[in-house]
């Protein structure tokens, strides 16, 4: 029974690895008006939440500190996706989620100073991998880069520095006495993302007007899918996988990111910017597993 059960929760991380590969896809399509896009990944997400609601059973209250924290995942979640808005704007999907995936190694760092974590020779080597790979993609010749192409790949990584404090904020929530139910807390943190994208898209003078209806159904996949579905599959089947195996998983995502800016949006790739992409994923990948749990 435990061995069908380790099976369903590895296809449920793939289906949903495979679902949230189409969120910088979506937000091209959608048009990539930075904080106006985030706003209404937000809004049709809490329908998409609501729908989960519907059909689940009753979660559990949460607590004065569980709320704190979920709310702070929830600014950090904001200012994600702001960055990497900005990021899918200039340098692509493939490239910006690539980059935001390099939150590996700040969560690293965090377990290093905060929790005196050991560092490893396997940490060491998928840094000298990730970053050499960055460096193939984005750093060779970067003099010679266009403004915008710089400017995106600083927000990538600012995008990857803003992601880590919503993974930390999120495990915080999850992992007390009380743990927060992670439905509720996508919910919160969704709703407080979603007022200060909104805020912010008002105050920077965006349009919060859907455009059209194809503009309309773009939004509407990027928010239901990718924001409700795929994070709660995610957040549902992770603690059954083993570590290796849904580091390995959720990698899935950024590359199937970068293959659908070629396949979608026509992204010229050199051979040294792929085998640069293969470089940084399989440091990332290295760096996801460098914990194994204990016995």
């Not at 349009?207 to 990718?226: E, K, M, P, Q, W």
Request: proline letters at 2%; charged letters at 10%.
């Amino acid at each position: 029974m435990s061995g069908l059960i380790a099976k369903s929760a590895v296809f449920h991380l793939f289906i949903g690895a495979f679902m949230i590969s189409f969120s910088p896809v979506f937000a091209r399509l959608a048009g990539a008006a930075t904080s106006a896009t985030g706003f209404y990944r937000m809004v049709f997400g809490l329908v998409g939440l609501a729908i989960l609601f519907a059909v689940s059973s009753k979660v559990t209250r949460i607590n004065r500190k569980g709320l704190f924290i979920t709310v702070a995942s929830g600014v950090f979640f904001s200012f994600d996706i702001y960055f990497w808005h900005v990021s899918i704007l200039y340098v692509g999907p493939g490239l910006s989620t690539l980059l935001a995936n390099f939150q590996v190694f700040f969560l690293a760092v965090i377990d290093v100073i905060v929790f005196k974590e050991r560092v490893k020779l396997r940490l060491i080597i998928a840094i000298i991998l990730a970053f050499s790979g960055l460096y193939l993609i984005a750093g060779n010749g970067w003099d010679g880069r266009d403004e915008q192409f710089r400017i995106g790949v600083i927000y990538g990584l600012l995008t990857a520095l803003m992601y880590t404090g919503y993974i930390y904020t999120l495990r915080m929530a999850g992992s007390q006495d009380n743990p927060v139910d992670k439905k509720l807390s996508m919910f919160i943190l969704t709703g407080v993302s979603g007022v200060i994208l909104g805020v912010t898209a008002i105050m920077s003078g965006e349009s919060l007007v859907i455009s059209d209806l194809r503009t309309g159904i773009y939004l509407l996949a990027y928010g239901v899918l990718c924001q409700a579905f795929a994070w709660v599959i995610i957040a549902s089947a992770l603690p059954k996988v083993k570590l290796t195996i849904s580091g390995l998983i959720l990698l899935l995502q950024p590359a199937f990111a970068y293959v659908w800016d070629v396949t979608i949006f026509s992204k010229d790739v050199t051979s040294i910017e792929f085998i640069g992409a293969i470089l940084a994923l399989t440091g990332i990948y290295i760096g996801t597993i460098r914990r194994t749990p204990k016995s």
